[in-house]
């Protein structure tokens, strides 16, 4: 099936002259096609947000009056005005504890918080909630070790897509998914090794549809590639599924001690390439910078150019001690530039008031 925005108005209207049965039938047949998302133009909606499938649900209202309940409209946390300031750490989200450490730390609260989801692994909806609740945007990185992208795209996994949508569609709050993340890089296995461009975006076309056809409409989709400083000779607009099915580019990437040791070496080649083939938001959707003299540096740069940067909607730090201690208190002058630079009032961001 192909995808479109759902506009709003008459579905379809009946021929003329046809028997009243009949008029009935086509009437159902077309509010079916229009609920489901589905069209013949084969456009996709934006992510499978605010323009996607929207099935009311329906409450009690004053006096046992059934009234509508329209799902959470993720459409003004697409391009806020203010930044999200995102983490990830170890435990979370079964424990939410170090997201207030860190907020003690470092002298704000994250807004955003990072955490991985295993292919096969039901979604957690008291986990996912808990987080939301908690004053973050929940980024699910959906890692797909458990099936190949072939097999995503061919609908072998279509019970377990199913799903996770509609736990999603139950909890109705928003959430950032990215599927395959790094997927021009070799270190996965949904990467350049085992998979190729083709297979990985009928795969990520493929969940975008189920999750609309579920009527799920609370998803923000991260499309998040590797810089491209690692994997030179990939071209990243094969993988791109295209702007119908994608919300923000979430490109990944660190400082480490060698290579790129300044934003604009780190992520301007991976930019540039990018802004060839579409305008959607950048998220650096994870980054972190190994111990060094130069990491205080670092760190002041990127907090102050996502903060100006029109097109960046935020960042994720990897505030994990993993190969390395890429965390923002590694020490003491690391710790001070990151809370001087997460006190700029562009991280000011009210998640509650962008409903």
């Not at 192909?2 to 028997?19: F, H, K, N, S």
């Not at 097999?151 to 949508?165: F, L, R």
């Not at 102050?304 to 940067?309: E, F, G, L, P, S």
Request: with cysteine; aromatic share 10%.
């Amino acid at each position: 099936m192909t995808r479109t925005p759902r506009t709003g108005g008459q579905a379809g209207t009946p021929r003329t002259g046809l028997p009243a049965a009949a008029r009935l039938l086509l009437a159902v047949m077309a509010a079916a096609l229009f609920l489901s998302g589905c069209a013949a133009d084969g456009s996709a909606p934006i992510g499978g947000g605010g323009n996607g499938a929207q099935p009311a649900q329906t409450a009690a209202g004053g006096g046992g009056t059934a009234v509508p309940v329209q799902p959470y409209d993720i459409r003004p946390l697409l391009n806020p005005a203010k930044k999200f300031f995102g983490a990830t750490f170890d435990g979370v989200p079964l424990n939410l504890s170090p997201v207030q450490q860190y907020a003690t730390k470092v002298g704000r609260t994250p807004t955003l918080l990072e955490y991985y989801l295993g292919w096969g692994d039901a979604l957690q909806a008291d986990q996912t909630r808990a987080v939301w609740r908690d004053g973050q945007l929940p980024y699910i990185a959906w890692e797909p070790y458990k099936a190949t992208m072939a097999q995503i795209a061919g609908g072998s996994q279509d019970a377990y897509i199913v799903s996770t949508a509609k736990t999603l569609r139950a909890i109705d709050v928003p959430v950032a998914i990215s599927l395959g993340h790094e997927m021009n890089g070799n270190w996965y296995p949904w990467g350049t090794k085992q998979s190729n461009a083709a297979d990985f975006v009928k795969a990520w076309q493929h969940v975008h549809d189920v999750f609309q056809d579920q009527g799920v409409s609370t998803v923000i989709w991260v499309w998040s590639p590797n810089i491209v400083n690692p994997a030179p000779n990939v071209a990243l607009k094969p993988y791109y599924p295209g702007d119908g099915y994608v919300d923000w580019v979430g490109v990944v990437g660190y400082y480490a001690l060698t290579g790129a040791q300044n934003f604009s070496q780190l992520f301007g080649p991976t930019f540039s390439q990018i802004r060839t083939f579409t305008q959607r938001p950048f998220l650096l959707a994870e980054t972190g910078s190994q111990p060094s003299p130069r990491k205080p540096g670092q760190i002041t740069e990127l907090l102050k150019t996502v903060a100006d940067q029109p097109d960046v909607v935020g960042f994720i730090w990897f505030d994990l001690n993993k190969e390395t201690d890429w965390r923002v208190d590694s020490s003491p002058d690391t710790l001070a530039a990151f809370r001087a630079g997460a006190a700029n009032p562009a991280y000011d961001i009210n998640l509650t008031g962008l409903k």
